[in-house]
């Protein structure tokens, strides 16, 4: 069963925008969630994270919403640029990362 | 500081023959998990290991292993392949077990089986 959801396997942003990307999890004991980004043949990389005591948690370009009541988190990226186009990952971590089926972003000029 | 490094990073295998990847940490990081990428599977947690001993481990069948050396080298055995096992196996390193730990993915190791 797959505890971590990305409902949107793409989306495509113009530069300058604002991206937008979602996940959804079933498992309420969840309190510690990752984003990571991946680029084709390279490992993931740490983006951003959020603990549950937080509903919103900020690192420049990237921030990331949580909300623990709907099972939700959202990831924002403003301004969207061109690099940014990759597959995002969501992650909530127990004991180990549960990676979410992933959102391919691409971002056009 | 150096990054995770993995070798091999291609890997052509038969059916029924057995493959060990290794992983190489970034130094001072004690924990090496595994993770296998497929397309039908996504991410999927292996194992973790963190000095020598395997601390955690996913739902695979015995036939994937792991050990982890004193040096937190750490490397990955497949036992008699299957065609499913056709992935990409990445290796992640950490400095230790608790939950802000940053795991740090090296580029993978591209596995076909035959």
Known sequence: DQQVKQNSP???VQEGRI????????NSMFDYFLWYKKYPAEGPTFLISISSIK???????FTVFLNKSAKHLSLHIVPSQPGDSAVYFCAPYTDKLIFGT???????? | KAGVTQTP???IKTRGQQVTLSCSPISGHRSVSWYQQTPGQGLQFLFEYFSETQRNKGNFPGRFSGRQFSNSRSEMNVSTLELGDSALYLCASRYDLRTGSEQYFGPGTRLTVT
Do not use: A, H, M, W
């Open chain 1, 10 to 12: 793409s989306l495509s």
């Open chain 1, 19 to 26: 991206s937008i990307l979602n996940c959804d999890y079933t």
């Open chain 1, 55 to 61: 509903d919103k948690n900020e690192d420049g370009r």
């Open chain 1, 102 to 109: 992933g959102t391919r972003l691409q971002v056009f000029p």
């Open chain 2, 9 to 11: 990073r291609y890997l």
